[in-house]
């Protein structure tokens, strides 16, 4: 006879060693869920973080945020460790009296330059009657920002979506890329254009050229009242310059992201086929995404794209309340762009984050 079965309540014995030794293996091997984040972001007591044409950059641990938030005044600063986790930090630039600008404060951007931080924006002029852009300077990221020219530089138009972008060549050159705006009863057009910077931030060298407008597709589906592109932001990837840009109007369904290739800052600029590489799903709760920046995670190995979206995707248009979002940004071996969304469901911590 078997030693075990000849022992009273051998089986129930057995039963306990088996439950003991799954019991153990479960102790040894727990169960780890990665955090994660959903869009649209929110702040830390769950609010929705209301921006438009948002742009982030990172200065030393620190992520920071602004956009057009106060119209009729300045702009809002917002920072975070890791992308996710955001903390209002109050007036960024706020205008000081006799400003030009008595509205139209928008789509503000921070470039890090010679150990200082420049807000480049945009604001309406009622006696000339057109947007003009003015660069403020601080010494903190987070400001305050005070006003260095204002306006900054005055072509004679509409000039809004400033950004600068800074090359790697010995000389590191700085570029200009802002968008042209004009109209006319019933229709808007915006096209962006280039131009190069004085290295001391002055002012412009040589006249503005064109470097993308409005002519895909997807860019000219209300033709008769907008052929808009706008919102350029530069980067250099493997020796080729991208420029992500967006179309169409950021109040209605069409609006959207491209983007397009050159071997120059100044141009040819190329648009790639595959674009947009955001637009509108209402399926995922994606309306009218756009007017993006581009930042690295916290560990440097991802890229995130940073744009904005409608509130309520089905609120009806056009609609101007607009929340931000990120979703990852990747290249693929041929050079193309893509976006791993838009995103509505839970997705993985920036690579980095928490640590």
């Not at 947009?276 to 007017?291: A, Y």
Request: with cysteine.
């Amino acid at each position: 006879m078997n030693f075990f079965r000849s022992l009273p309540g051998w089986r129930a014995w057995i039963g306990g060693l088996l439950l003991l030794g799954i019991g153990t293996v479960q102790a040894q091997r727990p169960s780890i869920q990665q955090p994660t984040y959903t869009n649209p972001l929110r702040m830390e007591d769950g609010s929705l973080i209301r921006v438009a044409d948002p742009f982030v950059f990172r200065y030393d641990s620190l992520y920071y945020l602004t956009g057009t938030t106060r119209q009729n005044s300045g702009f809002d600063c917002y920072s975070s460790p890791d992308l996710v986790h955001w903390t209002f930090r109050g007036a960024a630039y706020t205008k000081p009296e006799g400003h030009p600008g008595t509205a139209g404060f928008w789509a503000p951007e921070v470039f890090v330059y010679h150990g200082r931080f420049y807000l480049t924006y945009s604001s309406y002029n009622p006696k000339t009657r057109v947007m003009l852009t003015s660069l403020a300077v601080a010494d903190r990221p987070e400001g305050p920002y005070r006003d260095l020219y204002s306006p900054w530089f005055d072509f004679g138009y509409s000039a809004i979506d400033c950004h600068i972008f800074q090359d790697d060549d010995p000389e590191g050159s700085l570029y200009l890329y802002f968008s042209r705006n004009t109209s006319r009863p019933g229709l808007s057009i915006g096209q962006n254009y280039v131009v190069r910077l004085k290295s001391d931030l002055s002012g412009t060298i040589g006249a503005p050229e064109v470097a993308v407008e409005a002519d895909q597709p997807w860019e000219q589906v209300n033709w008769t009242e907008n052929r808009a592109n706008e919102g350029a932001f530069v980067f250099k990837y493997n020796g080729k310059y991208y420029m992500t840009y967006s179309a169409n109007n950021t109040g209605y369904e069409h609006y959207g992201v491209g983007y397009a290739v050159a071997d120059d800052p100044m141009g040819p600029w190329v648009k790639a086929e595959e674009n947009p590489i955001l637009t509108t799903d209402l399926s995922r709760g994606v309306s009218s995404p756009g007017h993006n920046s581009i930042v690295f995670s916290p560990d440097s190995t991802e890229r995130f794209i940073v744009y904005h979206r409608h509130a309520d995707p089905q609120a009806p248009k056009p609609s101007f309340d607009r929340v931000v979002c990120i979703d990852r940004l990747v290249i693929d071996p041929d050079g193309r762009l893509r976006v791993v969304g838009p995103t509505s469901t839970p997705q993985p911590w920036p690579s980095g984050a928490g640590k």
